[in-house]
């Protein structure tokens, strides 16, 4: 039945949702179990994906060490966008810090009645 089959002036009662209500869904029991599935479901893929790779074991070895090699030697784009974040930071401190000690002097000179430098 669309709307224009519908007689005017008369409305169906709204209906109920089904389900149960979304705060009684979340218990502790049921997230741990999904998370717990996640975890074996990752573990398997991974060990499916070794044992049906083309490659033969040593060359996947190989390949993972010089992998976690990378990550732990702190040449990845994210440890050098730390860096160079952690530069421009200090480099802007520095800036904000000699700017307030000048305005400080400025304030000084001004309250003795020196003229302000230019």
Do not use: H
Request: charged residues 30%; without cysteine; hydrophobic residues 35%.
């Amino acid at each position: 039945m669309t709307a224009a089959d519908k007689p005017k002036g008369r409305q169906e009662p709204a209906r109920r949702p089904r389900g149960r209500p979304y705060k009684n869904v979340a218990d502790p029991k049921s997230v741990s179990m999904l998370g717990l599935g996640m975890v074996i479901g990752a573990v398997l893929g991974a060990g499916i994906v070794l044992l049906v790779t083309p490659r033969s074991g040593s060359e996947i070895r190989r390949s993972l060490s010089r992998r976690a090699e990378r990550l732990t030697s702190g040449g990845g784009a994210w440890t050098s966008l730390g860096r160079e974040l952690r530069r421009a930071a200090k480099a802007k401190r520095k800036a904000l810090e000699l700017e307030a000690k000048r305005s400080e002097i400025e304030v000084r000179r001004a309250a003795r009645g020196d003229a302000p430098l230019v």
